[in-house]
Every structure is written in structure tokens, then in C-alpha cells.
């Protein structure tokens, strides 16, 4: 694509070095590297193998992936469409538009097919054209690696392949047969740039990125040559090249981008052809299957790959707005690398982080890129531009802040013309807009897609709306504007410019002052002390605004009416595969911006700023000390309020994006809980939490870390190890955790460095197996003081095991293993042995199947000598309190409200009609207790119990809530 694998514009570094510096820095070295005795190769096949080598280079944003890329295996041919001339101006058609293009598809080698006609053998010149992202770059390198394989243009026996970036650069004149050989030393001597005997015909140049070069096709400023030895500057051999003055056998491929077409004539050029990206909804998938897939690497992740690939394709297939985005393979390449980071996170890869991926695509496509600053100027291209990006931030970003203020995700055509064109004043700014307009604004702005068509909007009949193609890119320009200071007030911009020509000034006057104090009083110069207070004031307000940024960022990142939106990282997932089952009625232009503030603070990552740096879009390291500074206190602030999980959620996310320790730390500081209850967490959430907590150190311990209803698997246990050295009470809750995931548990209560003192395992899967796992872990853990074992299959073996052992951990304090189809022979085992314990005083026995008999027996063992007499067995004195139903012995207990607290929370996963029956027995223990009773007030007591009894149970008979199973607390 386009932007996605810019390799000739990377490597033209590469080729302005040289082949053997590339290679080598020794040119000994060099020949010996290539063969003994280079005069025995052929130079050709040595340009194939280095050409090889260059063009399969990946750049780093590949690599940060995985290690599983092929680029062979990954590349997805983009439609290429012949074009005339007169259809130049039909510059792009979107995927979703009705009208089909008449223009047949065509490959680059179907182009080159009549390379040789004529009686004078000229070669073609063919021109290849698309907008930003589309996949010129791409085509250009597989069309090189492929000719080096011998698979495609093989009637040519020497391709040539330049950067026009590089070309650009070149200030020393040079001939023809001296540029090649500066850029291939090996091809020095070949014959086919001779000019005799018509052996270019043989030859493909290949010029990637024309519209770099300000080629000048008048007689009267580019003169005439024929020879391939006449020294010339780079730019009048290529249009020597293109008029087929210069080896007119040789054919010639360019490619550039839309706004600069006409700068080659019409006469020139033999084929006109557009790259378009991918049109259909097959060429999306098959890029998407063979990234997805190897992204995935091992066997076990493919299914889930399979899956995402399926969801992918049924949002593409709805004709969302997602498939107008990866029209562009360079959106197809972010939605990947998005996809990859929010399912295929890996502990022990290298840190990524969503806003990394976000600027590392602008590198890809515009890293480099400037806008000049028009025509009819002598000075050299690189002598006199401006960054693209900063122009795209100054302009787009604009529209993006000004869209995330008023809280609108689409735009009319008035508003685009409003803060894009803004009010231009002169012919080079004209200049630079109509080009920005031709190859950059289709690429983040695209008419809004409804049901397959571009509709009106709401706000007119006529009126044409226009969204960002993908909705966060509209987040993070928004907050790339707004770091880089571009939404700064005029009288703050006034500032800094009078405050940088007042201490230019001030520098002057001192050492004049310095000079006249010798001969006059001081104090008539006082007043140009006051040069010296501008600078230090406006340094004030520079902090003041670096202040209300971070103020921005902690406001936007704690809104009340955002408070119950599912975390940022679900909403991301949502934009690319969808919502799926109900949705709801929710218009677009009511949608949150929660990622707005979490790119701030990812902006302000050093790694990130070295890359905007490449951009042309500089942060200052003091700009990121005050906006941190600032940040810490409005963080704190609100942390002192309780924040819902998924908001809880986001802070994480933004804390993450920051990678910034010190903060991190200080903001955990005031952190004493962390309750995500009911987030779906994912391998890349357990991963965000576990670095945010490792930041902190080993002395910082939370007092509850509440991870119930999460959906946790023993895979991502072992994510958020970290994460549980650092709390006291840990719930894990209502998940699906097996036998296996006891053994890591039982390694967290042996491992020093952790303190669980609280650890809640209820309705997790553990079975018998499992719990005999965690037990041994109690002859050596000491901190563990309540441990929750309810409706975890544990059975009557499981229980007579834990009576075994319970003696081994002489500091725990309450012990829950209900509904557990614990009868009762096991019951009275386990109460026994909690009566010899040291320090257990409560155990929770409740839903199991206990006879009535049963249930006295441990009411009675329960009961301390002191108040039952003969009640004790053992002899030792101690009260243990025995949930075991509603009442205890003739009273009602006066836990009886949790019980059917805990019944109401659970009963959409739980067993109903095991439900039914325990509270069945309920009431016919409240009504043989109230039976007991003599007086009128226990009495009413047992009626009021046996009210919430009745009440739960046709709560049970009407269905109950619809929770889905596991969701419960």
C-alpha cells in the first residue's frame, strides 16, 4: 500500500549511501561478501539478489507484531484500473457508491505487454497514480521482488528502481550511466544503459513517488540529451527519460499521487492506470485471513483468529462505515494491528500501546511527507516545505477538537470548508490546500455511509455529511491538537511571540546597560529591567496552559454521563467487528469520547514523541514535566470519589498508555481499591493491570482487588500474577477457573512476596482436584485469614479433606464452602475440626443437602459450653458460628438476610430448582421454629423471615432477572 510499506522512501537513505556502505563500510569486505572474484558474476543476477535483500526489508511498525509476518504470504493485490486521460478527475470512487467504473481491472505486467512496438522500438511510459494509502508503495515492491524472482516481467532484463525523495536530494549534476552506478556500483559497466545497438529495450526504470520531483518539461529549462554519459541534474535525465530523447528504447513505470498528474504531459506517457485499494469485500478478507492469522502464530490462537475474521467480515458485509475505511489497505492495516493488540497481547512481548499504533500509522503514511510550498519557486523542494503532518494537525486536527468539543462525529461540507480551508491568503497557500485537498483529505474524511449509500444528513435535504473513516483517528487528532498547543488562544500565541522578541531584545540592552552604568546612574535604565519580567510572565501562562490541559484530560476522563459506558477498550473492539445481538438505540452524535483523553496522555510517551518528532510535530520535554505535574493533582482529586469499574477501567488504560512510573506510582498512591466487577477482561486488560500495578513498589498494597464476574480462564491468571502480589483481598468470583488454575493459586499463598488475606473462589469450577490443590498450600501460607469456597464442586471427599488439613493454617478466620453438596456426616467433620481450630469462627454451610437432624447437630456442636452445656464435643469452649440455614435451632439466625441475599444475586446461574427445594426447607424450618415460640414479638420475627422467603422463591418462579450466567456478584 500507499504509505503501509514506504520502502523506497525508507531506503533511500540506503541508496544515498551507497551499495557498499549499505552493505559494508569496507569495500574489501563487499567484494568478498558477494563472491571471490566479482568479474565471475553476473552483475545482473547480483543486482536481483541485493534488490531482494532492500525490498524485503520490513519496517519496525511490522515487527512490533510478531515475529510471525511473511510478507510474500501476506500481500493482497489492490485493484488497478486502466485509465484515459479525461478521467483524471474522477479522482476516487468509494467502495459503497453505486455507480460501477466502466475501466477495466488491468495488472502492472498486462501494462508493459507491448513494451515493443513500432518500427523504432520504443519503450512505454506508464503512469501510475492513486491517493494516500491506496497501495502504490506496496505494488511497487512486490513488482521488484517479483521480477527478482523471475515471475513477472521477464521480457525486461534490467529493472532500475528509484526514489524520487532520493533523486530530489541530489545536488551534484551526474550522467546517466553515473547515477545507476552511484545507486547500484555493480551495474557500472553494464552494457544495456550504453545506448548501442538498442539494448535498453531490455531495461524498466522505475520512478516511485514522482510528484517529490519539480520536473520541468520545457525546452527551455531542461535541454535536450541523448547521451547516457552527459553530466545533468537527476531531475532533466528523468524528463530526457520521459520524452524518449534519453534511450527511448527503455521503458519507464511512475507512480505518484492525484495532485501531481499534469505535471507530466499527456504526450508522454503510453497507459494511464489507478490503484484503488480494495474495492470489494474479498480483497478485505484476504487481507485480514492472512494477517490475522499469522498474527495469531500458535495453533490455539488461530481459532480464536478464525473467529475474529468471521465477525470482521459480517460488520464489512453490513456495509458499515468500517468498509468504506478499508477501501484503503492502509486502514485494513491499522484494523489489524488494532485487532492483534486488543486479543493477542503477549506478557513477554514488548510493550505496545493502542496510541503507539495510532502513530505509527501516521509515520508509515506520511512519515517524511512535506507539503511545498508551490510552484514557480527556484528553491529546492527541501529548502522550502512544510510538515504534512502539522499541516494535517493544524487542519483536520482542528475539525477533530472542534468535533470532540461540541460532541459531533459528522461534519457538513461548510464545515469542512470553515476549519480545512480556513482563510488563505496567498497563491502558495492556495497551492498547498488544493494539494492537501487532492491526496490527503479522502484519507482520514469520507462521506458518511448509511445501508450501503452516501446520504444526507439530517441537518438538510441536500446537505452531504462527512465522518472520520475510522472514529478514534478523530480522538487522536483532537488530542494530538491540543498537546502540540494548537488550540491556544490568541492573545497566548500574541504571548509567546512578544515574549521571545522582547528577550531577544532584553539580551541586546544588557550588555548596553552594562556598558553606560559606568558613567551614568542605574536607575535611569530601571525601566528596561522591565524586558526581563515579560519572558518569566509568559512563562506563567505557558504553565497556566499546560495546567488546563491536564485539567482537560482528568474532566474528560471522569464525565458523569460517560460513567456507565462500557471501558474504552470494548468500545474499540465494537467500532471494528461490531455490535451484535440488541443494540441500542443510540445515535452516533450522542457517542462518547473516552479514548480523547487517553490519547493525551499517550502523546506525551517518549517513544511516542520520537516518532512525531520523524513527523515534523514536536513535543517539548518541559511542555510533558508541567502537563504531568498538573495531571498527578486532578488525578488524585478524583480518585478520592468511588469511580464505576469501567471508568476504573480507563484510568488504568490511560496510566498505561502514559508509561510514565513516577505517575503511575503517585496516582496508586491514593488508591486503596480496585473493583472490576462485570468487565469482560481480556488478555490485554489483564495485561494493562498488571504493569500498571508492577510500577508501584512491593510495598504498595491494595485492600480489595475484586475481579468477580470477568470471565477470567487460568490463561489470564497467569497474566495478572503481578497484579495479586499486590492485594489484600482478592475475589475472584464467578468465573470460569478449573482445577488447574489452583495449582497457580496455591503458588500465590506460598509466594513470600504476597500477603492474600481474603481470597473468594465462589462458583468457579474447582472440583475436588482442584481444592486438594490450593490445601497444600496451607501448612506454609500464615496471611490468610477468610477463604470462600461456595458452589466450587467441592463434595463430601473435599470437605473430610479440608477437616484433614484445616488444622495446618492455625490463622484462618471464616471458612465458606456452601452449596456444595456437602451432606451431613461431612458437615459435622468439618465443624469438628474447626472447633479445634484456633481462630475459625464462622463457617458457612447453607444450600447444602443437610438433613433436619443434621443441621441441629451442628447448630448444637456450634454452640459454646458456657451457653449448651452439653453442646461441646471437644471440650475446648470455643463459639463457632454454623450457617447452615435461615434459623439456628429454634431462633432465626441472624445472618438470615445475606443467605437470601446471596440466593437472589445467584439465581440466574445457579440450579433453580435446587434452589426451590433449599428454600422449601427454609420454611418449614421457620415454621417449626415459630412453632417453639411463646413470644408475640419472635413470632413476628419468624413471619417477617419467612416473607423475604416467599418472596425469593416466586421471584424464582417467575423466571427471576435475566442476567446471563456468570454475571452475577
Known sequence: MSSLHRHLGQLGGVWRRGVTISLCSNP???YRTFCSSTAEQDPIEIHKRKLT?????????????????????????????????????????????????????????????????????????????????????????????????????????????????????????????????????????????????????????LFNGMEKMKLDFRIGSTELCSNPNEVLPSGALVVNLLRKYLLPEASILVTTRLSALDRIPQKYISHYAQICGFKDLDRQRAYFT?????????????????????????????????????????????????????????????????????????????????????????????????????????????????????????????????????????????????????????????????????????????????????????????????????????????????????GQAGEDFTALINIFSKFIPLRIFAVFNLIKLFPKLYERISSHSKGSIARTMAAEMFRTEDSYNEDVLDQVEQSLLGVHGPQPQQKDESQPFELYPIFMGGLLHYGNRVLLQQLGC????????????????????????????????????????????????????????????????????????????????????????????????????????????HAHNLNLQFNSLGPESCILLKDLLLDPKSSIRSLQLCDNSLLESGVSKLLEALSQNQTLRQLSLMHTGLGDQGALELAEKIHQHTGLQELNVAYNNIGDNAALALVDACREHPSIHTVHLYLNPLSDVGKQSLYVRGVPIDQGGTGAVSGTGRHVKVLASVTEGSDVSEDWHPILSVIKENASSWDRDRLRQQLQVFLRDLEWGRRQQQSLWKRLHFRRVEKGVRQTLRMLERDGPSKPAGQSK
Request: aromatic share 10%; charged share 20%.
Open 28 to 30: 574489501g569486505i563487499y
Open 53 to 205: 535483500l532492500w525490498f524485503s526489508h520490513l519496517p519496525q511498525e511490522e515487527k512490533q507484531f510478531g515475529s510471525f509476518f511473511n510478507p510474500e504470504t501476506m500481500h493482497v493485490d489492490s485493484l488497478i484500473l486502466a485509465r484515459q486521460p479525461e478521467e483524471w478527475k474522477g479522482l476516487i470512487n468509494y467502495p459503497l457508491q453505486t455507480e460501477i467504473s466502466p475501466s477495466p481491472s488491468v495488472t502492472v505486467e498486462q501494462l508493459f505487454e507491448n513494451a515493443q512496438t513500432g518500427n523504432g522500438e520504443r519503450g512505454l511510459n506508464v503512469l501510475l497514480y492513486g491517493a494516500v494509502g491506496t497501495g502504490k508503495s506496496t505494488v511497487v515492491r512486490k513488482l521488484v521482488l517479483d521480477w527478482c524472482a523471475g515471475t513477472t516481467l521477464t521480457h525486461f532484463k534490467l529493472l532500475v528502481p528509484f526514489s524520487c525523495e532520493d533523486l530530489a536530494q541530489l545536488t551534484k549534476p551526474a550522467s546517466l550511466r553515473d547515477l545507476v552506478s552511484r545507486k547500484y556500483l555493480h551495474l557500472r559497466n553494464t552494457p544495456f544503459l550504453s545506448g548501442n545497438d538498442s539494448q535498453a529495450k531490455d531495461v524498466l526504470f
Open 290 to 502: 492472512s494477517r490475522l492469522l499469522q498474527q495469531s502464530g500458535e495453533k490455539p490462537r488461530n481459532h480464536e483468529a478464525q473467529a475474529l475474521i468471521e465477525l470482521l467480515y459480517l460488520n464489512l458485509q453490513r456495509e458499515s462505515q468500517l468498509a468504506a475505511a478499508c477501501f484503503l489497505p492502509s486502514y485494513c492495516w491499522l484494523t489489524c494491528a488494532t485487532l492483534h493488540f486488543l486479543h493477542f497481547t503477549d506478557a513477554k512481548a514488548p510493550i505496545h500501546t493502542l496510541t503507539g499504533i495510532y502513530t505509527s500509522f501516521l509515520r508509515l503514511n506520511f512519515g517524511g511527507e512535506v507539503l511545498g510550498t508551490g510552484i514557480g519557486t527556484s528553491m529546492p523542494i527541501q529548502e522550502h516545505q512544510n510538515s504534512l503532518m502539522l499541516y494535517v494537525v493544524r487542519t483536520v486536527g482542528k475539525l477533530a477538537f472542534d468535533g470532540v468539543t461540541n460532541k459531533c462525529t459528522s461534519f457538513s461540507e461548510q464545515e469542512l470548508e470553515q476549519w480545512v480551508g480556513g482563510k488563505t491568503k496567498t497563491d502558495e497557500e492556495l497551492h498547498q490546500l488544493a494539494v492537501f485537498r487532492t491526496d490527503v483529505l479522502d484519507f482520514f474524511l469520507v462521506p458518511c455511509v448509511k445501508s450501503g449509500k452516501f446520504f444526507p444528513g439530517e441537518f438538510g435535504e441536500d446537505e452531504m455529511r462527512y465522518v472520520f473513516a475510522v472514529p478514534a483517528m478523530q480522538e487522536y487528532l483532537a488530542a494530538l491538537y491540543v498537546v502540540l498547543g494548537e488550540n491556544r488562544s490568541a492573545l497566548e500565541k500574541l504571548t509567546k511571540q512578544v515574549s521571545v522578541a522582547i
Open 618 to 725: 514536536s513535543i517539548k520535554s518541559t511542555t510533558v514535566v508541567q502537563i504531568t505535574r498538573a495531571l498527578r493533582k486532578y488525578l488524585v482529586r478524583e480518585l478520592s470519589k468511588p469511580q464505576p469499574p469501567a471508568e476504573l477501567m480507563d484510568l488504568l488504560v490511560l496510566l498505561y498508555e502514559f508509561q510514565n512510573p513516577r505517575l503511575t506510582t503517585e496516582v496508586l498512591s491514593s488508591i486503596r481499591t480496585i473493583r472490576l466487577c462485570n468487565i469482560r477482561m481480556t488478555p490485554l486488560k489483564c495485561f494493562v493491570l498488571s504493569c500498571v500495578l508492577s510500577s508501584a513498589p512491593v510495598s504498595y498494597h491494595l485492600q480489595e482487588l475484586d475481579l468477580s464476574s470477568c470471565h477470567l480462564t487460568h490463561d489470564l491468571l497467569e497474566i495478572l500474577w503481578p497484579a495479586f502480589r
